[in-house]
């Protein structure tokens, strides 16, 4: 078994080539510029509900997760720990977030009276 190689706990191979080899890091690379993107659209539009925001904000915290938990742990408790770490930090960061989008996109479209 290679390095980039994990044995699950119901002995399914997981092969981490995909991921961490040339094609696993262009679709990670794909997916930051289409939230980039994204980012840039909706900056321009004035809307008033929340949803559009907390969507945007759970994408990139869903990016950041599953960039960080696809590099190969060394054994299982360091994979068990960087599973509740990365939950709970994606649970603690996805509210700062969206508020800093909203204070952002304010900030932006906050128009003064003449």
């Known amino acids: 078994m290679s390095r980039t190689q994990i044995l699950s ?4 191979l997981f092969n981490m080539d995909n991921v961490q080899g040339s094609g696993g890091k262009i679709w990670f690379r794909m997916t930051a510029l289409l939230l980039g993107f994204g980012l840039l659209v909706w900056l321009a539009f004035e809307d008033q509900n929340t949803f559009g925001v907390i969507v945007f904000s759970g994408a990139v915290c869903i990016w950041l997760a599953a960039r960080i938990l696809f590099i190969p ?10 599973h509740t770490l990365i939950g709970s930090g994606v649970g603690l960061i996805l509210a700062p977030l969206a508020i800093f989008l909203m204070a952002l996109k304010t900030g932006i479209h906050g128009h003064g009276t003449p």
């Not at 706990?9 to 399914?12: A, L, N, P, R």
């Open 9 to 12: 706990d119901k002995g399914f």
């Open 73 to 82: 742990p060394a054994t299982r408790k360091q994979l068990l720990l960087r």
